[in-house]
């Protein structure tokens, strides 16, 4: 017990200590405060001024640490804010690189207009005709991205008017900003949020919304009601939620039971809360290596001068583009290039997945292909590199190779001794018959 009692003592120690290394390594960040200019009128779009700020994490509302860093000279001080984070999101390695580092986490900033929506799954959540007075406030919406695309965060920040001190109200993340997956397997898109539960918005509720949108396609893929506990009729067949995991830890990750071709894209996490929401965008490509066959195979056999056409095909493959090429394997074991041959357009299955040919003429004179080899097809794809080989033999070869000539001699020479015996035999046995008959 006493063991048991050091061990546990020892882990409380550890985790404070986790805990103070954390909220002493929260970043200082550059940031684009992005906002909209007044319109000019007539219908046009007013246009958007972009000033650097910087960002003061901290997780404790009651730290001092953050604000006793001093601004750059290129930052006007009113750009300068202080944002608490007490889910210590913002604090992630990715988002705080090391002093002197070139790359940087990318980072804008938004003024942010809390407003009911009037969809359906969020409906529910602002049925009061009454717009809280917590919501008078200044709001902001921030956007961040890790390095090398490890992390993806977007914040709602509420701060009393007119002050730079900002609290997150509302933040969502995903640890899948580019995901990659194979044809058929099962897929998960990370997306988790957190609330801030001492606001009073957070006891209405909360919705989800899945959207699928690339080279202008776009379609709902799924949404859910938190509040009424109700998923909407619109869904996406295979797609799905781990609601246990949703209500109990905030994992809003979308389940994809199997990948399909029409999966590749730009999906949208969104979570809402009544006014407010926040969501992040990450991307989905499913790479599928092609499948190659010859014909015909095995080759026929070919004499010199002769000429054989020899097609690769590769199928189910995706995406576009796919690079195909030939290469001989001589029977001195040295490769070269016999180029991509005539490639034919490539061709689209029901399924999605690609299908393209390429048509080789082995001509046995014009390519030196010697007494023949190895023809291999080679595909180069995103999923990988695939080859796939035929045995050519070109007979009645005219000039013999060293090892050719050589058996040829070595058979000579044998000849030469089988007959230099039997002469000799044959010799000696005429001799001993002539000597019988004089006797």
């Not at 965060?153 to 001190?165: F, H, L, M």
């Amino acid at each position: 017990m006493a063991e048991f009692s050091t061990i546990y003592k020892l882990s409380i120690i550890a985790v404070i200590g986790f805990i103070q290394a954390c909220s002493c390594t929260c970043p200082v960040m550059e940031c684009w405060f992005v906002q909209e200019k007044a319109g000019r009128g007539g219908g046009l779009t007013g246009a958007t001024t972009q000033e650097k700020s910087l960002l003061h994490i901290r997780t404790d509302a009651h730290s001092e640490t953050a604000e006793t860093q001093r601004a750059p000279a290129d930052i006007n001080p009113s750009r300068v804010y202080v944002i608490t984070d007490p889910a210590a999101t913002l604090c992630h390695p990715s988002l705080n690189p090391p002093r002197g580092s070139i790359k940087k986490p990318q980072c804008e900033i938004n003024p942010f207009l809390p407003q009911p929506s009037s969809l359906k799954w969020v409906a529910s959540l602002t049925e009061s005709a009454l717009s809280p007075i917590y919501l008078q406030a200044d709001w902001f919406s921030g956007s961040f991205q890790g390095l090398d695309e490890q992390l993806g965060v977007s914040t709602i920040s509420r701060a009393p008017s007119g002050t730079k001190e900002h609290d997150v109200i509302l933040s969502i993340t995903s640890k899948t900003m580019s995901a990659k997956s194979r044809l058929g397997d099962p897929v998960t898109l990370d997306c988790s949020f957190w609330v801030d539960q001492s606001n009073p918005l957070s006891s209405s509720g909360f919705a989800v919304e899945w959207r699928y949108q690339t080279r202008g396609d776009g379609r709902l893929v799924l949404a859910y009601d938190g509040k009424m506990d109700r998923l909407a009729d619109t869904h996406e067949q295979g797609a799905s939620l781990d609601f246990e995991a949703l209500h109990e830890r905030g994992n809003a990750s979308l389940l994809l039971e199997e990948a399909k071709v029409r999966h590749s894209g730009t999906y949208i996490c969104t979570v809402y809360l009544p006014y407010l929401l926040a969501q992040v965008t990450m991307d989905l490509q499913i790479i599928e290596p092609p499948s190659l066959s010859i014909h015909p195979s095995p080759l026929p056999l070919a004499v010199p001068g002769q000429t054989l056409n020899v097609q690769c095909e590769a199928s189910g493959f995706a995406p576009l583009p796919l690079e195909l090429n030939w290469e001989f394997k001589g029977a001195d074991g040295k490769s070269r290039s016999l180029g991509s041959g005539s490639v034919s357009g490539h061709r689209q299955a029901w399924d999605g997945t690609y299908s393209q040919s390429t048509r080789l003429e082995l001509d046995t004179s014009k390519l030196d292909l010697g007494r023949g080899g190895e023809v291999t097809c080679v595909a180069v794809h995103a999923g990988g590199t695939r080859r796939a080989s035929v045995t050519l033999n070109v007979i009645g070869f005219s000039s013999p190779s060293i090892e050719d000539s050589m058996a040829m001699v070595g058979v000579a020479l044998v000849l030469y001794g089988l007959i230099k015996f039997v002469s000799w035999t044959f010799t000696g046995s005429e001799g001993k018959v002539k000597m019988a008959e004089v006797d």
